[in-house]
């Protein structure tokens, strides 16, 4: 099975941005459409940002105008651009497929705080 790592995720003041990364083991090409999903303490998993094998996106509202999610097919990679980022952005961001098929990731840890 592919296995997915996220990377990028930090200590941000609010305003801040991050750019995470999610690399994949295998083709994502071949998986189709991704997806960065997000868990914040005590909140189940949500869906924040996906993307289609093509390239079409869509965004949860509460992030939507502020995060861009894109792929590398080539190089089996997903991001995720954070720009102004909220304490409500606070989570665990792992990447999966759309809807979720792949075992989860470790994530990457964003903490937006002054």
């Known amino acids: 099975q592919v296995q997915l790592v996220e990377s990028g995720g930090g200590l941000v003041q609010p305003g801040g941005s991050l750019r995470l990364s999610c690399a994949a083991s295998?083709?994502?090409?071949?998986?189709?459409?991704m997806g960065w999903y997000r868990q914040a303490p005590g909140k189940q998993r949500e869906l924040v940002a996906g993307?289609?094998?093509?390239?079409?996106?869509d965004y949860a509202d509460s992030v939507k105008g502020r995060f861009t999610i894109s792929r590398d097919n080539a190089k089996n990679t997903v991001a995720l651009q954070m720009n102004s980022l909220k304490p409500e952005d606070t989570a665990v961001y792992y990447c999966?497929?759309?809807?979720?098929?792949?075992?989860w990731g470790q994530g990457t840890q964003v903490t937006v705080s002054s």
């Open positions: 993307i289609t094998r093509g390239g079409g996106t």
């Open positions: 295998g083709s994502i090409f071949s998986i189709g459409a």
């Open positions: 999966n497929t759309r809807p979720s098929r792949l075992n």
